[in-house]
């Protein structure tokens, strides 16, 4: 699977759009996008996948570049509540998802 | 989404007995789930895929003698740590992936917080 790199850590104002970008110019033609969040002391929860077309779902939107080497994640009006560490995957199947050191976002009050 | 379940949520043994974690899939058939460790402050690494029906498939570096993992159907997998050290004690977590979703989310449990004394 294709590695990831992402920044250690941001910061967000509450009520503003968290925008998480994740590198993944190695990435091949049949290996999607994952984005997973892991809340303090809890299991992953997912929040969206893609492979070339941009998506959009009730938690947030991922925009993925033409050339498929980058995608950022976009949380549209983030909430303390969406503070987490927050996981870049580029995988084929979401079987045996390799987990990197992620992106700890912390939202401001 | 699809729910997983993990039991316990936490668990205190003492060094040399075993401990089996359990995770359900509660709504949804799973034909193969993962276990996954995590140290404080570390990224989640894979130790074993499992296959209902079938043995588990061990990643590097995993003794599968002292992590035991048993699927003996779509909705229920164990993972057992035997005789077990307070080197083990960690964080196991347990995804799930229903029949022919592959190609989307895995739903991951709520994690199982193993101390050991």
């Known amino acids: 699977d294709a590695k990831t790199t992402q920044p250690p850590s941001m910061d967000c104002a509450e009520g503003r759009a968290a925008n998480l970008p994740c590198n993944h110019s190695?990435?091949?033609?049949?290996?999607?996008v994952y984005w997973y969040r892991q809340i303090h002391s809890q299991g992953p929860q997912y929040i969206i996948h893609?492979?070339?077309n941009n998506e959009t779902n009730e938690m947030a939107s991922l925009i993925i570049t033409e050339d498929r080497k980058s995608s950022t994640l976009i949380l549209p009006h983030a909430t303390l509540r969406d503070t987490a560490v927050y996981y870049c995957?580029?995988?084929?199947?979401?079987?045996?998802?390799?987990f990197g050191q992620g992106t700890r976002l912390t939202i401001n009050p | 989404g699809a729910v997983v379940s993990q039991h316990p949520s936490w668990v205190i043994c003492k060094s040399g007995t075993s401990v089996k974690i359990e995770c359900r899939s509660l709504?949804?058939?799973?034909?193969?789930m993962f276990w996954y460790r995590q140290f404080p402050k570390q990224s989640l690494m894979l130790m074993a895929t499992?296959?209902?029906?079938?043995?588990?498939?061990?990643e590097q570096g995993v003794e599968k003698d002292k992590f035991l993992i048993n699927h003996a159907s779509l909705t229920l997998s164990t993972l057992t740590v035997t005789s077990a050290h307070p080197e083990d004690s960690s964080f196991y977590i347990c995804?799930?992936?229903?029949?022919?979703?592959?190609?989307?989310?895995?739903?991951f449990g709520q994690g199982t917080r193993l101390t050991v004394v």
């Open positions: 709504d949804f058939q799973a034909t193969t």
């Open positions: 190695t990435i091949s033609g049949n290996e999607y």
């Open positions: 499992s296959n209902e029906g079938s043995k588990a498939t061990y």
């Open positions: 995957i580029v995988s084929a199947t979401a079987q045996k998802l390799v």
């Open positions: 995804s799930a992936i229903g029949q022919g979703r592959q190609n989307t989310e895995a739903f």
């Open positions: 893609g492979l070339k």
